[in-house]
């Protein structure tokens, strides 16, 4: 089986909603997020803040680029969007699946803005930063859920389904 990729934004669930869904269809599971830190031996906020966005962006591209991995669940960092050669190589090896949250949604579940390793360009807000995504999110998805207000297991269950229905469909 092909890849499972969860793309969204932060705190839309890609990590804890990946852990279930790789239980679920008896995948492997990697968090690109944690796959950073092991490679740079620092957090992702450290990283942001002693380096920079730039150089923060081009270490999880190299990090997605060196993925060698089939029937894995791979929950991706909220940034991986805006490297357009990280998204083609996840495109050509798995599902896309981008989890929408409403902006009002992420601000809520944002509770460590500071610490969580967020990258914003300088003087972005958040609504900026949605606003520069989404469209991007929406561009790279082969498919779409509504994550907000809807407990994971109900995510996971319709995650499964829309995979199945994909696969039938070809």
Do not use: W
């Amino acid at each position: 089986m092909q890849n499972i990729v969860l793309t969204g934004l932060p705190g839309a669930g890609k990590s804890t909603l990946g852990v279930i869904l790789a239980k679920a269809l008896g995948m492997h599971f990697i968090d690109t997020d944690i796959i950073i830190q092991d490679y740079t031996g620092q957090l992702l906020q450290e990283i942001i803040d002693t380096q920079g966005v730039e150089p923060f962006l081009k270490i999880e591209e190299d990090c997605i680029l060196s993925l060698t991995c089939s029937n894995t669940v791979i929950a991706t960092g909220g940034s991986v969007i805006l490297r357009k050669k990280a998204m083609e190589y996840l495109s050509s090896h798995g599902t896309i699946i981008y989890l929408a949250i409403a902006f009002d949604e992420m601000v809520k579940r944002l509770q460590n803005i500071t610490t969580r390793g967020i990258i914003l360009e300088q003087g972005q807000s958040l609504r900026g930063m949605y606003e520069q995504r989404i469209p991007l999110y929406e561009k790279y998805a082969d498919i779409q859920i509504n994550c907000s207000g809807v407990p994971f297991e109900s995510v996971v269950k319709t995650i499964i389904l829309k995979i199945r229905q994909q696969k039938n469909s070809y």
